[in-house]
């Protein structure tokens, strides 16, 4: 067998590898967990606009299609005559469209770093980052979920690689390459205006003896590619309700035919859907933060998420990309793309107010673990002993924080941050918290006979699809009916988005049991806990 053939079968049985452990990895997770708070929301947009052929929900909340819609598929959200949230379907629809995500998108993140890697600087470098990626519990943790975030993670390295092609030699079939991978990426999460920004700024970069109307029409391509994607749709550039049309009504001249001449304005739909991202960026959302809470977050919230969720593998390599970028600037054009994309993807989230986790920031940790893993390519010169010492050892450790949570991945925290058991003093949301843990609440009644519960659950999915008699914390039943226990999300017990704080008396209460990691459980039964309820109840806002 010559070289050539033993090197190809050696990374196609890598890729079957890499492909089988995510596989297996996201399919524990997603079978373990219950359906978190943006997937109900994903199966009322999908199945909307599969039934009712209605769309216009994407645009109003800022969300993308492209990766709903091929998650929650026509056959994942069916039948489409049941709600969204009708408990007798609901689980099959999670598990459907889970199953549909971790194809798309897990799976050919994991494979496609390793083969631009493999390609780009050498099998070893290759296989350390898609292993390290493949075993990353925060990863794995949203890899099960039938969302947007890895899909996101992966069309930038797919994006990135066309870039760092087309700076290496322009020519049309690249263009039209990278073109349609923004486009795409677009069309996956609206925040890939941040890659346009990127592709732009490589793009000046390496200005002198390129043909710069060859890369504007590239970035307009991307822009018409997107458009596409989302099946040329128009959306009004300016609600009757917004910024705009408020200026217009205080400027009172003939404001009723401006407003009715503004409002009928209409453009592609992603300008609506990346205008009602940056008014949420700008306005803010409710954050946890090392037991303060804040109604728009802090500059530094990223940064100390990121301290308190990572592995010690992927925060040696966010360590360690930074010198390495810095030494290899000038000489390496894949660490020059890398790095411009790491600046981009790592300034943006200090400047907006969605301080809700760490889910947003994983193109930055797999652009750095790509990076630092290209130190044992070629060019360095790096000894094969050593080479091999060093994956082994990267992927020992990473495999370490993997089973030190699975497959309860989405609860990770490092030992510095006090692990898993202390997440829910650190960060709550999804970082810990979207609701997931209802299978494990439904197991441990059953060993307990009941089923019956008072509930204040941070989440989305239905209780009764996990066969959970589920009655609010605000009612107080009588002694004869009222539940042995009371189940209290993490999130809510830090008094994140629940209004009047009404949870503040159980902080001091230690619990009877606790549900993974996201769910406390008191027994009513309890003096201080009747008298917390009660506090709770007088304190929760009246909607």
């Not at 492909?19 to 359906?35: D, E, M, Q």
């Amino acid at each position: 067998m010559s070289v050539s053939w033993r090197r190809l079968v050696l990374m196609s049985l890598t890729v079957g590898v890499l492909a089988g452990l995510t596989v297996a990895a996201a399919r524990a997770a997603a079978r373990a967990t219950s359906g978190t708070f943006d997937e109900t929301i994903y199966l009322d947009l999908a199945r909307r606009a599969w039934f009712e052929h209605n769309t216009e929900g994407f645009t109003e909340l800022g969300v993308a299609p492209l990766p709903v819609m091929l998650a929650w598929s026509r056959a994942a959200v069916e039948p489409f005559d049941q709600a969204s949230g009708d408990p007798a379907v609901y689980t099959n629809r999670v598990a459907r469209a889970r199953n549909n995500a971790i194809w798309w998108f897990a799976v050919p993140l994991v494979v496609s770093v390793f083969l631009w890697l493999a390609v780009r600087s050498g099998f070893a470098a290759g296989l350390m980052a898609a292993g390290v990626l493949a075993l990353s519990p925060n990863l794995l943790g949203h890899a099960a979920l039938a969302t947007t975030d890895v899909a996101f993670a992966l069309t930038v390295v797919l994006s990135l690689a066309p870039l760092t092609t087309l700076i290496e030699s322009q020519s049309v079939p690249r263009a039209v390459a990278l073109a349609a991978a923004l486009g795409i990426a677009l069309a996956t999460k609206y925040s890939a205006t941040a890659l346009f920004v990127c592709a732009a700024a490589v793009m000046w970069l390496h200005r002198r003896g390129r043909r710069r109307s060859l890369d504007v029409l590239t970035l307009g391509g991307g822009l018409l590619v997107a458009w596409a994607a989302h099946g040329f749709a128009l959306s009004p550039l300016i609600s009757s309700s917004g910024s705009v049309a408020q200026i217009v009504t205080w400027a009172g001249v003939d404001s009723g035919r401006a407003l009715e001449w503004l409002t009928a304005l209409r453009g592609p739909s992603y300008v609506r859907g990346i205008a009602a991202q940056l008014y949420l960026e700008r306005s803010g959302q409710e954050a946890f933060l090392l037991g303060a809470r804040s109604p728009t977050g802090w500059w530094y919230y990223f940064p100390v998420a990121l301290a308190l969720k990572s592995t010690p593998v992927e925060m040696v390599a966010l360590a360690a990309f930074v010198p390495l970028a810095a030494g290899r600037w000038k000489r390496d054009l894949d660490i020059r793309v890398l790095a411009t994309a790491a600046l981009v993807f790592g300034i943006l989230p200090l400047a907006g107010h969605r301080n809700l986790g760490v889910r947003y920031l994983f193109p930055l940790v797999i652009i750095a673990v790509m990076g630092t893993a290209g130190w044992l390519g070629p060019s360095m010169s790096v000894r094969p002993r050593l080479k091999v010492a060093t994956v082994a050892l990267a992927l020992a450790v990473q495999a370490g924080s993997f089973l030190s949570v699975a497959p309860q991945h989405l609860a990770y925290f490092n030992l510095m941050a006090g692990g898993p058991s202390r997440g829910y003093l650190r960060l709550v949301d999804s970082n810990l918290d979207w609701g997931q843990d209802l299978p494990r609440l439904s197991a441990w009644l059953r060993e307990h006979q009941t089923n019956h519960v008072s509930l204040a659950y941070f989440g989305t999915a239905p209780p009764r699809a996990y066969d959970i008699d589920a009655v609010g914390y605000r009612e107080a039943p009588g002694a004869w009916d009222r539940p042995k226990w009371f189940a209290l999300s993490v999130t809510y017990l830090q008094g994140v988005f629940v209004c009047g704080d009404p949870f503040q008396a159980f902080r001091s209460l230690s619990p009877d049991a606790r549900i993974g990691y996201s769910i406390m459980v008191y027994s009513t039964e309890r003096a201080d806990v009747q008298q917390a309820l009660n506090a709770a109840r007088l304190n929760a806002c009246v909607h």
